[in-house]
């Protein structure tokens, strides 16, 4: 489950995709992974999801971030392959 604060850095997030990243980001790195810190609207871009991750980490050690897949609706997918 996540706090208060996760979900409101999440919302902030978002937000800011939706409203800076996302026609830039979506025409040149579709597919990559974009972690962003809201507070002071930095983004971070990594071919992998832990690059994205550990990029924001180092920039902002203390603060809460959230990650998207440019392009995506979602980050991750998690499924199970039933044959």
Known sequence: MLSDK?????ERAKQI???????????????????IEPQS??????????????QAIDAHPDRLTHTLRVGHSAALHLGVLIR
């Not at 800076?20 to 979506?26: I, V, Y």
């Open 41 to 54: 609207g930095q983004f971070f871009l990594g071919d992998t999801f832990d690059e994205a991750v550990n």
């Open 17 to 35: 995709y939706q409203d800076q990243l996302r026609e830039r980001l979506e025409s040149t790195d579709h597919g990559r992974f974009v972690c």
């Open 6 to 10: 996760a979900k409101l850095v999440a």
